[in-house]
């Protein structure tokens, strides 16, 4: 059973920061591309940022320079660090695992800037 596991969500005032991790199970992790998207409600779900199993990543442009993803294979986790955090940043963020689409989902674990 494929199992993607987000943590780190919580509530931060604008500024802050936090880091999310993505524990994942059941899949061949190193040959897998992952990724964060994140749903605001009344929004559609959007890509955040993406590692691919070589370590190229790419972000969108409202988070660059401000969030970082990484990934540790070893212990199959990937990770967002975000700083300067925002209350457009306020979302539910969700981990993904995929070539060329995202394949498995986690549940998501919510973020809140208080503003």
């Known amino acids: 059973q494929v199992q993607l596991v987000e943590s780190g969500g919580g509530l931060v005032q604008a500024g802050g920061s936090l880091r999310l991790s993505c524990a994942a199970s059941g899949i061949i992790f190193s040959r897998y591309t992952m990724s964060w998207y994140r749903q605001a409600p009344g929004k559609e779900r959007e890509l955040v940022a993406a590692?691919?199993?070589?370590?190229?990543?790419n972000y969108r442009d409202s988070v660059k320079g401000r969030f970082t993803i990484s990934r540790d294979n070893a212990k199959t986790t990937v990770y967002l660090q975000m700083n300067s955090l925002k209350s457009e940043d306020t979302a539910v963020y969700y981990c993904?695992?995929?070539?060329?689409?995202?394949?498995?989902w986690g549940k998501g674990t919510l973020v809140t800037v208080s503003s």
């Open positions: 993904g695992a995929g070539w060329g689409s995202v394949d498995y």
């Open positions: 590692i691919s199993r070589v370590g190229n990543t």
